[in-house]
C-alpha cells in the first residue's frame, strides 16, 4: 500500500476578492493567487472569460464549501456593446462573421430596445459558454466546428441601464447589467443587435459584483505579488474576508452552545424559537452564541435544522 501523498500549501481558510485582470483564464488567476497564498485547497466561484475583468471571488479552505452560494449569487456588469459587428463567439475574440451600418442608430432606440430585456426572459445559451453537452464543455464542441440545439433558459435582469451612447458606423453603447446566475453578457449583446438589426458584440466586460462582494472589496494580482515579495503566504491573511461573507444574504440562527454541540457533529437541532418564522427548505447560517461560523442549515418540515455545509474545526 502506497504511502499518502502529501497535500501541498497550509490550510488557510477564507475569501479572496480578486479583480480579475484581462487576458487570462479564471483557473489562471486562481492558480496564481493559490500559489501567492500558498493555500493547500482554492476554488473560483463562477468564470469570467479571458477578456473580462473584474470581481472574482477565490475560496480558500473551508470557504470552498460554500462557494456554490457564489455561483448562485446575482452578478453585477458594466459592458461596452459594439453595434454593426457580429462575431462568431459574441465578443471582440470571435471571428467577424456580418457586419452592417450601425449609423442610424440612436440612443432612443436603443433605450427603447432594453426595455424588452428586462425582467425575466429566456436565453439561448452561447456555443461559447461553459455549459456541457454529454460531459463536454460547448466551447470545446465550437471550436471544433460542432453546434448543437441548445434549450432556453429562463433568467432575470433586474437592471439593464444604458450609461453612454456613441453614435456612428459602428455604434457604441456603455451599459450597466444586474442579473441573475446564469445570465450571458454576451448573449444580451447579439439579442439586442437582432433586435436593433445591426447585430452587435461584447468589445469590454467588467464584473462589479457578486452576490455582497463588489470591487470595493477587490485586490489585483499585481497588488497580491507586491505584498508578497520577501514574505509569506500568511502575510496576505488580512486580505481574506470571512467564510460566512458568502451567505451574507441568509437569516443569521445563534445556537447556544449546548445545541451547537449537537449541530457540529451532523445532528439535526431544535431551532430557537425567536428563528422559528424560517419557512420548511429555507437555508440559513448557523452561529455558535454570536460566536463562531458554525456552517448552513436546512429547515426542516418539523421545524428542526438540519446541517447543509459545516466547518471543521481546526485541529
Not at 471544433?144 to 433558459?153: F, L, S, T
Request: hydrophobic share 35%; net charge negative.
Amino acid at each position: 500500500m502506497g504511502r499518502r501523498r502529501r497535500q501541498r500549501g497550509r490550510p488557510v481558510t477564507g475569501i479572496l476578492v480578486l479583480n480579475k485582470p484581462a487576458g487570462i483564464t479564471s483557473n489562471d488567476a486562481l492558480q496564481r493567487v493559490k500559489y501567492l497564498m500558498y493555500a493547500a485547497k482554492a476554488g473560483h466561484t463562477g468564470s469570467l472569460d479571458p477578456m473580462a475583468t473584474g470581481v472574482l471571488p477565490i475560496c480558500l479552505g473551508e470557504a470552498t464549501k460554500f462557494t456554490q452560494f457564489l455561483l448562485d449569487a446575482d452578478k453585477r456588469y458594466r459592458s461596452t456593446f459594439r453595434f454593426g459587428i457580429s462575431t462568431r463567439t459574441g465578443d471582440a475574440e470571435g471571428e467577424v462573421v456580418e457586419e452592417s451600418s450601425a449609423a442610424e442608430l440612436t440612443a432612443s432606440q436603443v433605450e427603447q430596445a432594453l426595455e424588452t430585456f428586462r425582467g425575466e426572459i429566456e436565453q439561448v445559451p452561447s456555443m461559447y459558454s461553459a455549459l456541457k453537452k454529454d460531459g463536454k464543455p460547448l466551447y470545446k464542441l465550437a471550436r471544433e466546428g460542432v453546434e448543437v440545439e441548445r434549450e432556453p433558459r429562463p433568467v432575470t435582469i433586474h437592471r439593464f441601464e444604458l450609461l453612454d451612447f456613441r453614435p456612428g458606423e459602428r455604434a457604441e453603447a456603455d451599459v450597466e447589467i444586474h442579473c441573475s446566475k446564469g445570465t450571458y453578457v454576451r448573449t444580451l449583446a447579439e439579442d439586442l443587435g437582432e433586435v436593433l438589426g445591426c447585430g452587435a458584440h461584447v468589445s469590454a466586460l467588467h464584473r462589479t459584483g457578486a452576490g455582497s462582494f463588489t470591487g470595493e472589496d477587490a485586490v489585483t494580482l499585481e497588488q497580491l505579488e507586491k505584498l508578497r515579495e520577501g514574505k509569506r503566504g500568511e502575510d496576505l491573511d488580512f486580505l481574506l474576508k470571512p467564510v460566512n461573507a458568502a451567505v451574507a444574504h441568509l437569516m443569521a440562527v445563534n445556537l447556544p452552545d449546548s445545541i451547537a454541540w449537537y449541530f457540529r457533529r451532523g445532528q439535526p437541532v431544535v431551532a430557537p424559537k425567536a428563528y422559528r418564522e424560517a419557512g420548511e427548505g429555507d437555508i440559513v447560517r448557523i452561529f455558535e452564541s454570536d460566536g463562531p461560523f458554525l456552517g448552513v442549515g436546512e429547515v426542516l418540515e418539523d421545524g428542526m435544522l438540519a446541517p447543509r455545509r459545516l466547518m471543521v474545526e481546526p485541529d
